[in-house]
RNA sequence: GGAGAGAUGGCAGAGUGGUCUAUUGCGGUAGUCUUGAAAACUACUGAGUGUAACAGCUCCGGGGGUUCGAAUCCCUCUCUCUCCGCCA
């Protein structure tokens, strides 16, 4: 959520920096300015009602003690007329805050200043790549079929037990997976992040907290009878830990990772091009957190950066690094970097990781704050990145590293799966 | 699931209707003393809102109520602990 201080300070700032998200906001602006006007007044208005109660209630309690009363009962008479305007000022307040909240919460973050204009996917800034495309062989096939062809997965299965888009995986399949988790785990730990394991289900405060409620509720399963959300990833869970808790500023930055299932609805999403493992309704992923100084939140979405892009080159997969455009951005970042491997016979780039700088979206709405030595606490930055999520590497490892005698395994990965081939 | 107890500042823990602008201890910060440190002593030490700065206002788990006045009384929700039951 954005800051009402900074929207009342920069309002023509924030209305030309929301339009690189394609966002014309100048409406909602100048009623959050106004709303916030009015709210203030009405705030003030009943401070001084209280003032005079306070005072009034004080002086009775003072005349009851020295035995006054009639005094006493005098001045209860005119409390009566305060209480009501009190009660007035009170409803027209809560009015107020919730009109402002309502349409301050549908406000997205404002986009950093290296974030391109644009609309669609193909105007992301491409700002890096790695890797040669690799020619594969005559009898190459897509991964859906060499997942078949080698027993690694079974999609019918995961029907029968829940629908489609929750595989089953088998065999060497299933071998992968763990290996990828605890490979992921690893390096995660050794680069310096504390290994978390949180709950999978979380409460409608934290999913407001991170940004997907009340924004994007469809998104996410929901399970009814104890209104709980199952996370559409860790970054839910692992960066409201610190909702509510004001640090100190020499404990930054905070560095958290940790490997969780998650789970996106992807309601209407389904088509084609989303086959065999490229779009799932379960998936297994390994994120990255990071609690930042906000002097140092980009210096940090670049390390990052940087370090999701080793655990690619480790995998030896050809990737590229995209600057998303304002139009492709999500609502609750402010810059956000897309990684995308190539996938060889599907021909086709798949985003595979999603690193992100939230500045002060996050945190105030957690209330996520640290404390230097001198002064008040302030809003601290949140960062997170996927590192990685499973199934594209997947799909990208079994179709790029085929031949004639089966799917090489990277020579990172063979210490944690036991075999180097799959055939 | 049943019965009981409880939720107060970074932590511990007082406070059952009126300077509570919350006792006290620990912790933290600064100072005095000291060659330095420790000890001792002194002062300061929650958050939000608001103001040019003060003032003011709000917050004792959440919400509602009684009262001129609520940490304190009432209702309700959530959570924690203890015992019993069940159980990986």
Request: aromatic share 8%; with cysteine.
């Amino acid at each position: 959520m954005l800051q009402l201080h900074y929207i009342r300070e920069n309002k023509e700032e924030v209305i030309t920096r929301l339009a690189v998200k394609n966002l014309d906001a100048r409406v909602s602006i100048d009623q959050v300015i106004e709303l916030d006007a009015h709210r203030r007044k009405t705030q003030n208005e009943l401070d001084s009602l209280l003032n005079e109660a306070n005072i009034l209630a004080k002086q009775i309690g003072e005349l009851m003690k020295t035995g006054k009363k009639p005094e006493a009962e005098e001045l209860k008479l005119k409390t009566a007329v305060i209480k009501e305007q009190v009660k007035e000022l009170e409803a027209a307040l809560k009015t107020q805050e919730d009109e402002l909240n309502k349409t301050l919460v549908l406000l997205p973050n404002i986009p950093n200043k290296q974030v391109p204009k644009g609309k669609t996917p193909e105007e992301n800034e491409t700002v890096f790549s790695y890797g040669e495309i690799p020619h594969l062989y005559e009898q190459a096939q897509p991964h859906w079929d060499l997942i078949t062809k080698y027993d690694l997965i079974d999609f019918e299965l995961g029907v029968k037990l829940a629908g489609a888009g929750f595989p089953v995986y088998k065999n060497k399949g299933a071998r992968l997976q763990r290996a990828l988790i605890n490979f992921f785990l690893d390096r995660a730990t050794a680069a310096g992040y504390m290994e978390i394991q949180p709950p999978i289900l979380v409460n409608e405060a934290s999913g407001y907290g991170t940004g997907q409620l009340p924004d994007k509720e469809g998104q996410m399963y929901h399970v009814g009878v104890d209104n709980l959300y199952l996370i559409p990833t860790a970054e839910v869970p692992i960066t409201n830990l610190y909702r509510d808790v004001i640090v100190k500023a020499g404990d930054l930055p905070i560095k958290n990772c940790g490997y969780t299932p998650c789970f996106r609805r992807e309601a209407g999403a389904w088509g084609a091009h989303v086959r065999g493992l490229n779009r799932l309704h379960q998936f297994d992923k390994v994120e990255i957190v990071q609690v930042a100084h906000p002097d140092k939140s980009y210096e940090i979405l670049e390390e990052m950066r940087e370090y999701v892009a080793g655990l690619l080159r480790e995998l030896e997969l050809p990737f590229r690094i995209l600057r998303l455009c304002g139009g492709d951005m999500s609502f609750a970042s402010a810059l956000t970097y897309d990684m995308e491997v190539y996938s060889a016979a599907q021909k086709r780039w798949l985003e595979v990781s999603s690193v992100s700088n939230f500045e002060t979206f996050q945190s105030n709405r957690l209330k996520l704050r640290f404390r230097e030595a001198e002064g008040k606490p302030q809003l601290a930055h949140t960062l997170n990145g996927s590192a990685l999520a499973l199934p594209r590497i997947v799909a990208a490892l079994l179709e790029n590293n085929q031949s004639a005698v089966g799917i090489r395994i990277p020579k990172a990965l063979v210490p944690y799966t036991g075999f180097d081939l799959i055939s």
